[in-house]
């Protein structure tokens, strides 16, 4: 037989009960192509089939919102009211149909809500808005409205749920010193910062049961005052500790993504997979890394040289969805690539407008656009 040319990419792995037939996985990529209220669209459903017959063990769906306060945009996802199962479950069908698992990430955006009056840990000036900080009922609240949206996921048919800790977003802003600055029991010392997206896990835990928990972990936020390795890795021994699936490593909020040094880092290919590496040191559970790891070879690199686990690809998997079929015959070359100068996703998506790659050749642009409403 054939020795396949990346190994370590094509070996399938057990994750808390579930088969992934390779260690390529679609990284959560918000592209504004939900109906404007937040339902799953028909251009969303051809989306995620298409991303699902690329070939990737799992597919993590966007962020969806676990309350319509916590919500990024218009257009962002929602699970925060059983209105919402039918929907989720077609996209969850149209995954699963390609033989792929779908996870689905549930998120509350804290103080980046698209809401006049935004919540946090605490009211610190973010982009001259100052959020609200949570009473200790509304965090209590909040921590039933996560447990509630991720049973949504379950009865919807997904394979498991993630949790949005990343980008800023409320999970991780109890985490930073910067945003957290709270004098009760969730502020303070990181074992009470951790304290909240913890209190999340287990009343998640306890009411799906068995039902795999998934993690997006901020690692760093590349801000002086922020969070970094030293705290983070704290939060990630405990989420092992408390049995997630997985823990998916990303750097960087809202705050940093805009700095130049920030801009000219997130250029660079592998430029989050050192921070993976650094998680994985510390846990056993799976690691999935991500950031630009636009070829096989240098996924194959990551794993060979157990840097992660698994290969999280978010533009590098939209702008060619070809990306697992190509690695397995060696075709490394004939990737598209998304161009480190280009941010045109990210723009439109912030805008609250649809997404769509100038990469894309006009066929797969026409299909993408026709479906847009
Ligand atoms: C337009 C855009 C939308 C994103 N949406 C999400 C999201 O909903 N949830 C999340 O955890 N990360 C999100 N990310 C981060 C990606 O999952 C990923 O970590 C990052 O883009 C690096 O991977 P890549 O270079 O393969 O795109 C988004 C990134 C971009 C550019
Ligand atoms: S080329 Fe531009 S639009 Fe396409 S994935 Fe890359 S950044 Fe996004």
Redesign the pocket.
């Known amino acids: 037989m054939k020795k396949p040319v990346y190994p370590n990419l094509f070996k399938p792995l057990k994750v808390d009960g579930l088969n992934f037939k390779n260690r390529i996985t679609m ?5 504004g192509y939900a109906e404007s209220g937040g339902k799953v669209s028909p251009l969303m459903l051809y989306h995620y089939k298409l991303m699902a017959q690329s070939g990737a063990a799992l597919i993590v769906v ?2 969806s919102s676990i309350t319509p306060e916590g919500s990024g945009s218009p257009r962002t996802l929602r699970c925060d009211n059983d209105r919402y199962i039918n929907g989720l479950e077609r996209l969850a069908m149209a995954i699963n149909g390609e033989k792929t698992l779908a996870a689905l ?1 549930v998120n509350h955006a804290g103080r980046f809500a698209y809401v006049d009056e935004p919540v946090a840990p605490s009211a610190v000036k973010t982009f001259g808005r100052t959020p609200r900080a949570l009473t200790k009922k509304e965090i209590t609240n909040i921590q039933k409205q996560y447990a509630k949206a991720c049973l949504r996921v379950k009865k919807a048919g997904f394979d498991l749920v993630e949790l ?1 800790g ?2 800023g977003y409320l999970l991780s802003g109890f985490l930073s010193p910067r945003t957290n600055r709270r004098k009760d029991g969730y502020g303070g010392d990181i074992e009470n910062r951790i304290r909240f997206p913890l209190e999340v896990l287990k009343r998640v835990k306890d009411l799906v049961g068995d039902f795999p928990v998934g993690y ?1 972990f901020l690692a760093d936020e590349w801000l002086p005052d922020g969070l970094h390795l030293d705290e983070s890795t704290v939060l990630a021994k405990a989420l092992e500790e408390n049995g997630v699936a997985y823990i998916s490593v ?1 750097g960087g909020t809202y705050e940093s993504f805009l700095l130049p040094e920030i801009v000219r880092k997130s250029g660079k290919p592998g430029y ?1 997979v050192s921070l993976a590496h650094a998680v994985k040191k510390e846990v056993r559970v799976p690691v999935i890394a ?4 636009s070829t096989p070879s240098r996924a194959e690199k990551i794993l060979k040289e157990k840097k992660a686990d698994l290969i ?6 939209w702008v060619d969805p070809e990306w697992p079929v190509k690695a397995k015959k060696g075709q490394d070359r004939s990737i598209v690539k ?1 161009n480190p100068k280009c941010d045109a ?2 723009k439109l ?1 912030t805008q609250g407008r649809p ?1 769509f790659c100038p990469r894309w050749n006009k066929e797969h642009r026409e299909g993408y656009r026709e479906l847009f409403m």
């Not at 991500?290 to 790891?293: L, P």
């Not at 999280?312 to 998997?317: E, K, Q």
Request: contains cysteine.
């Open positions: 990284a959560p990529l918000y592209l966007e962020n990430q949005h990343g980008t997006r990303m989050m991500a950031g630009r790891i999280g690809l978010a533009r590098m998997l998304c996703c990210t998506a997404a």
